[in-house]
């Protein structure tokens, strides 16, 4: 199960933190993944961080957003700045879970949380 929370309102240039904490039977989690789904279009990867600490951005992101996560938490975060309106959307987590030792993955999405940028 994974809960999404941390959205809201906010004005054109500020921040927001976004967080997602996974629970239930979990092994490890070898990625974790925001996308972003605005009205009208289809959903879109923002950021990715691996069990490791890799990262990916997304070009549109690149600089302003940075995703992190807390492994003794299961949880990640994406600590968002210079929001713009086009930013504005609902934001879904992504894990990739492994269960068990030795077992494959499955990917979980939480509920999804809104973020509008708007003056």
């Known amino acids: 199960q994974l809960q999404a929370y941390g959205g809201g309102l906010v004005q054109p240039g500020g921040s927001l933190r976004l967080s997602c904490a996974a629970s239930g039977i979990i092994f490890s989690i070898p990625v974790l993944t925001w996308h972003r789904q605005a009205p009208g279009k289809q959903r879109e990867l923002d950021a990715s961080?691996?069990?490791?600490?890799?990262?990916n951005y997304a070009d549109s992101v690149k600089g302003r957003f940075t995703i992190s996560r807390d492994n003794s938490k299961n949880t990640v975060y994406l600590q968002m700045n210079s929001l713009k309106p086009e930013d504005t959307a609902v934001y879904y987590c992504?894990?990739?879970?492994?269960?068990?030792?030795?077992?494959?993955?499955?990917?979980?999405w939480g509920q999804g949380t809104q973020v509008t940028v708007s003056s």
């Open positions: 961080v691996t069990s490791t600490g890799i990262t």
């Open positions: 992504d894990a990739t879970i492994r269960a068990r030792a030795g077992r494959p993955t499955r990917d979980y």
